[in-house]
């Protein structure tokens, strides 16, 4: 080996040496920043006229498992799915409250049975007959307020459909721009780990609303497609399309399509979670949403219809109220008519008391205890009207599938009963969300493993790095003395 050849490989060496120390003392510096991918510099034999003339920089690559990642966004997706349904229930759960709150649906049936209880023993106390309205007034109200709650919960998640889609078109345009970028970049050979990181956390975004596989193409671009074969990004970022609804009413359905609310579609194609479409996505935080809009929620307030269908029709009954004709509206009314089981849907939105026993609307106090039809008050001491009315209370009868129960409940056991069937779907939606939240992380951490940094590791590099760089400088120091020394002769 010459002393030119000798020098050449030592400087060489050295700008190598300085390139990797620089790259360990950036992965270390970064080894907490989130989305950030461990860099290793890639090098690469010079040859010069067939002899060896040193090492040189094929590049930085950054460290990446795309068997790992695409197993943990596709668990990301289930996560973010779960997690919005846990939400909804969870708030459907607290409207109706538990047994010892006061403000629950439950403890109004329990205030409406006792105010009945102590009317029955002194049926010509006006007071009493006042609280019986008002114990009955605030039970209809509590339907309502918890029927609208309901419906709030429904317009919340096409709200926030319509918002992570924005987002999704907006992050798919960035996704795009960066494309362009780090295809430009790579062809000039520049260092483009960093938009990768970038892009990589942007990737993220959009697989968190809708789940999506990564293809590479050349130079470094992605394209980004749905599991189900619908591409959101192929070379041009495509338009996903939705319409959000200002409020959803319990009359309001999609329907596959034919009903008043939105579905999804990117740019024509029908991807709807539960759609009629094959393309029809199944994870990630907008099926979720669309779950709870078009599944979850309209399940419980079909329900909770059930429960005032039943309270109706305990208290239109003749053989309960004498001064009632076939088809009259009882103690509660639909709106002002009697229940109908053709119209069932947002019934719990309209229940309300019958004016004709209320003072403010009009009708006679003591119709609580002569009859809600009653021309005329009866005898102040009669209580048959307020026992039958207790008795339907208390009595056992069937009740609406759409209740789902196992069998004849009487008023307050319906109550509970539709407690119980959200407290139990919250717990299963939990549950669920939190199985799917660990399988999540710990894809996440293997994740890490595979492409974070070991600041251990790193530190290591660094010393035998120093050994190298010092190796290198050796060489030409002792180049150096070589040349003085033949100098000297």
């Given amino acids: 080996m010459t002393i030119s050849q000798a020098l050449n490989n030592a400087a060489s060496g050295l700008t190598v040496t300085s390139r990797r120390a620089g790259v360990a003392s950036n992965n270390i510096a970064n080894a907490l920043t989130e989305g950030y991918s461990r860099r290793d510099v890639s090098l690469i034999e010079r040859v010069t006229a067939g002899a060896g003339a040193g090492v040189s920089v094929g590049g ?45 649906l439950f403890q109004k049936y329990a205030n409406l049975e006792s105010a009945m209880r102590a009317l029955a023993e002194t049926p010509n106390s006006t007071p009493l007959q ?50 362009g970028t780090i295809g430009r970049g790579s062809a000039a050979g520049a260092d483009v780990t ?19 596989r990564e293809l590479v193409r050349e130079g470094g671009r992605i394209d980004l497609m749905t599991p189900e074969g619908v591409f959101l990004l192929s070379g041009t970022a495509r338009t996903v399309e939705f319409s959000p609804a200002s409020l959803v009413t319990a009359g309001q359905e999609y329907l596959g399509g034919a ?76 709106n002002g008519a009697a229940s109908d089981v053709m119209n069932l849907n947002g019934l719990a939105s309209r229940i309300e008391l019958n004016a004709l026993v209320d003072p403010a609307q009009g009708g006679e106090i003591w119709r609580t205890r002569d009859g809600v039809q009653a021309v005329a008050p009866g005898p102040a001491g009669s209580d048959a009207f307020v026992r039958a009315m207790i008795s339907a209370m208390t009595d056992t009868r069937p009740t609406h ?64 790095i120093e050994q190298a760089f010092a190796a290198n400088t050796r060489v030409i120091q002792t180049v150096d003395e070589m040349i003085r020394r033949l100098m000297d002769i």
């Fill in 194 to 212: 960093a938009l990768m990181d970038q892009r990589q956390q942007l990737i993220n975004k959009v697989n968190e609303s809708i789940p999506v």
């Fill in 60 to 104: 930085i690559t950054r460290a990446s498992d795309p068997t790992i990642t695409a197993e943990r966004r596709i668990a990301d997706a289930s996560f973010a799915f779960d997690s919005a349904n846990a939400d909804a229930m969870t708030r459907i759960s607290n409207f109706l409250g538990g047994p010892e709150d006061p403000t629950s």
């Fill in 401 to 464: 599938a759409s209740l789902q129960s196992p069998g004849d409940l009487n008023a307050s056991e319906g109550a509970a009963h539709i407690a119980a069937l959200a407290g139990g779907a919250r717990a299963s939606a939990t549950e669920q969300m939190e199985a799917s939240s660990a399988l999540a992380q710990s894809l996440y951490e293997a994740e890490k493993l595979e492409t974070g940094v070991d600041t251990d590791r790193e530190l290591q590099n660094l010393i035998i």
């Fill in 259 to 334: 009903g008043s609310l939105s579905g999804l579609s990117v740019e024509g194609k029908d991807i709807t979670p539960g759609g009629p479409g094959s393309l029809q996505i199944s994870s990630g935080a907008i099926a979720g949403l669309f779950n709870v809009r078009d599944n979850s929620v309209p399940e419980m307030s079909s329900a909770l219809d059930a429960l005032a269908f039943d309270l109706l029709g305990r208290f239109e009954d003749p053989a309960v109220d004498p001064t009632l004709n076939p088809g009259d509206p009882g103690l509660f009314t639909d």
């Fill in 130 to 179: 006042q609280k019986v309205v008002n114990t009955a007034k605030d039970l209809a109200a509590t339907f309502n307020r918890i029927a609208s709650s309901y419906q709030q919960v429904r317009t919340d998640a096409d709200k926030a459909i319509g918002q992570r889609v924005d987002e999704v078109n907006d992050v798919l345009k960035k996704i795009e721009e960066l494309n």
